[in-house]
C-alpha cells in the first residue's frame, strides 16, 4: 500500500520539536552552510527542498526485505550546520533492522503505519523493549545499540528524526563479522568454534564490487 501525502507530512510535523532539542552538532556561526563550490548569490529556495521521500510515495508494499530512505547532510546538504535529520524505515512482515548503533545522535522513532516491536540496551546492559502501534513514539538515546522488528503479518513504516545533520551508522552484525576481525579471536569471545564464526561471516561479510 503506497504511502499518502499527508501521514508522512503528519509525521514530519510532530518529530521535528524533539530532533531541535535533541540536536548535537556544533553550532554554527551563519544561517546556513552553502558547499563551497556553491555560488551563495545563487541559492535559491531549491537548496533547502529534499524531495527523496517521493519515491516511497508510490512505493507498493510489502517489499522484498527492509529498507530505508535517508535524508542526513549526505544525501540533503543543506542539512549542514542545522542538527538535525530523517530516515524513513520501510519494514515488510517479519523484517527487522537489525542491532546498530548512531554514534552522533538520539533517535525518536514515530510509526506511521502498521506495528514494531523496539529495544535497546543501555550501558549497564540493561534491556528495554516495547510493542508500538501506529502513531506512537520511541527514543534511542545517544549511541546505544538498538533495532526494530516487524513482527506481524502486515507492513509497517516509520519515520525517524536524529538530533544530528550525520548521525552515523554502526551495525553490530556486519561491524563484528564482517569487517576482517580474527576468527580466533571472534571464536574465543563469543564461546564458540572458529567453523561457527566462519559461518556467520559468510552471511555477512560485504561482498566487493
Known amino acids: 500500500m503506497a504511502l499518502s501525502y499527508s ?13 531541535a532539542v ?8 551563519t544561517d546556513y552552510i552553502v ?12 537548496f533547502f527542498t529534499y524531495t527523496g ?23 540533503f546538504p543543506a542539512l549542514n550546520g542545522q542538527s538535525v535529520s530523517y530516515a524513513l524505515l520501510m519494514y515488510p512482515p517479519d523484517s527487522v533492522n537489525p542491532t546498530h548503533t548512531h554514534p552522533r545522535a538520539a533517535e525518536l522513532l514515530l510509526v506511521v503505519d502498521g506495528a514494531l516491536s523496539v529495544g535497546f540496551v543501555d550501558s549497564a ?22 533495532w526494530q522488528y516487524n513482527k506481524g503479518p502486515k507492513p509497517a513504516t516509520a519515520l525517524s528524526a536524529f538530533g544530528s545533520a550525520a ?14 576481525i580474527d576468527d580466533t579471536l571472534l571464536a574465543k569471545s563469543f564461546k564458540t568454534d572458529v567453523p561457527t564464526i566462519q559461518k556467520l561471516k559468510a552471511g555477512l561479510t560485504p561482498k566487493k564490487p
Do not use: C
Not at 41 to 46: E, K, R, S
Open 125 to 146: 546492559n540493561k534491556l528495554y523493549t516495547q510493542d508500538l502501534a501506529a502513531g506512537d513514539m520511541f527514543v534511542f538515546p545517544k549511541g546505544l545499540v538498538h
Open 167 to 180: 548521525a552515523g551508522l554502526v551495525s553490530i552484525p556486519v561491524n563484528v563479522f564482517g569487517t576482517g
Open 22 to 29: 535533541l540536536a548535537g552538532d556544533p553550532d554554527i556561526l
Open 7 to 19: 501521514i508522512v507530512f503528519l509525521a514530519i510535523a510532530l518529530a521535528a520539536p524533539m530532533a
Open 53 to 75: 521521500f517521493r519515491s516511497a510515495m508510490s512505493m507498493n508494499m510489502p517489499m522484498a526485505e527492509f529498507m530505508v530512505i535517508k535524508a542526513s547532510m549526505k544525501e
Open 35 to 46: 558547499p563551497p563550490d556553491a555560488n551563495l548569490g545563487n541559492v535559491t529556495g531549491d
